[in-house]
């Protein structure tokens, strides 16, 4: 069993940068790979980003390359997800996953997820 919990959500400003952090916990967690997902209302979830379980492998969906980056710390059990130059677009609950494919970008090879946290951003 894996637990997961993210924080970092909030309201900011078009421009604005965020950074989110998932605590990760539980037996082998750092054997995991670890992504975010973000979902908005009446959209699917989306792929955003993933990290090896090393964290020296990252990948990032096109849409969010160049103002998204991921970062994971074993040492710590964080991954992280940093975004700069937020737009109106990038409003949703953001997710923490974990599973056991490398690279994955489907919902579905995640065994483990968090509850979310809500990124709101107004023009």
């Known amino acids: 069993q894996v637990l997961l919990v993210e924080s970092g959500g909030g309201s900011v400003q078009a421009g604005d940068s965020l950074r989110l952090s998932c605590a990760y916990s539980?037996?082998?967690?750092?054997?995991?790979?670890m992504a975010w997902f973000r979902q908005a209302p009446g959209k699917e979830r989306e792929f955003l980003a993933a990290?090896?379980?090393?964290?020296?492998?990252?990948f990032l969906t096109p849409s969010v390359k160049g103002r998204f980056t991921i970062s994971r710390d074993n040492a710590k059990n964080t991954v992280d997800l940093q975004m700069n130059n937020l737009t109106p677009e990038d409003t949703a609950v953001y997710f923490c996953?974990?599973?056991?494919?490398?690279?994955?970008?489907?919902?579905?090879?995640?065994?483990?997820w968090g509850r979310g946290t809500q990124v709101t951003v107004s023009s």
């Open positions: 996953a974990a599973g056991s494919a490398w690279p994955a970008i489907v919902h579905s090879a995640y065994e483990y």
């Open positions: 990290a090896s379980r090393s964290g020296e492998g990252t």
């Open positions: 539980g037996r082998a967690a750092s054997s995991y790979v």
